[in-house]
């Protein structure tokens, strides 16, 4: 167990459905980062919120959308599902990110 | 964007054998981090590197910084089935106006080593 907490573990909807993933950052860290993978793609950062505010966006579609909370809990919430958003999801959260991560076991979101 | 290149993509082993993977880049990096990935599972922080020219060792791993902060690699000394997984490599520059720093994943080197 990492300490990071993601929910739920698999989920399958259909096209053009909204779904919510959650993650419970490690004990005393106060970044959250979120992360997309595919075969094709590898780790996409999406992006990282710090202490309930957004610090920096990656590669995130205008479809998808997060908030951190203040007990630290993050959301991602992704809208409008298409196919090609079928991927392995990622929560990470640091403490000082230049040292590195500890990541969430995903949620993995399929799409039908 | 930065880019990482890992390479090789791929590489099946025996058990026993020495082997290194290597993570490069044109961009200079605060530091750099290699994980491993298990299916199914979220990647795993390894090690930290983060001087010019550092060498770490971990148990069988050893990773190395490169002098100028562009490139690592990663070499395990007789390799078991237990080290089968997927290695990613992260780079950390600092982002402007953000505060922070962003992490850039390679596509990773996955590894299986044959009993």
């Known amino acids: 167990d990492s300490g990071v907490t993601q929910t739920p573990k698999h989920l399958i909807t259909a096209t053009g459905q909204r779904v919510t993933l959650r993650c419970s950052p490690r004990s005393g860290d106060l970044s959250v980062y979120w992360y997309q993978q595919s075969l094709d793609q590898g780790l996409q950062f999406l992006i990282q919120y710090y202490n309930g505010e957004e610090r920096a966006k990656g590669n995130i579609l205008e479809r998808f959308s997060a908030q951190q909370f203040p007990d630290l809990h993050s959301e991602l919430n992704l809208s409008s599902l298409e196919l090609g958003d079928s991927a392995l999801y990622f929560c990470?959260?640091?403490?000082?990110?230049?040292?590195?991560?500890?990541f969430g076991s995903g949620t993995r979101l399929t799409v039908v | 964007t930065q880019l990482l290149e890992q390479s090789p993509q791929f590489l099946s082993i025996q058990e026993g054998e020495n082997l290194t993977v290597y993570c490069n880049s044109s961009s200079v990096f605060s530091s750099l981090q290699w994980y491993r990935q298990e299916p199914g599972e979220g990647p795993v922080l390894l090690v930290t590197?983060?001087?010019?020219?550092e060498v770490k060792k971990l148990k069988r791993l050893t990773f190395q910084f490169g002098d100028a902060r562009k490139d690592s690699s990663l070499h395990i000394t007789a390799a078991q089935p237990g080290d089968t997984g997927l290695y990613l490599c992260a780079g950390a520059v600092i982002s402007s106006g953000a505060g922070s720093y962003q992490l850039t994943f390679g596509k990773g080197t996955k590894l299986s080593v044959i009993p």
């Open positions: 590197v983060v001087t010019g020219g």
């Open positions: 990470a959260s640091s403490v000082s990110d230049v040292y590195g991560y500890t």
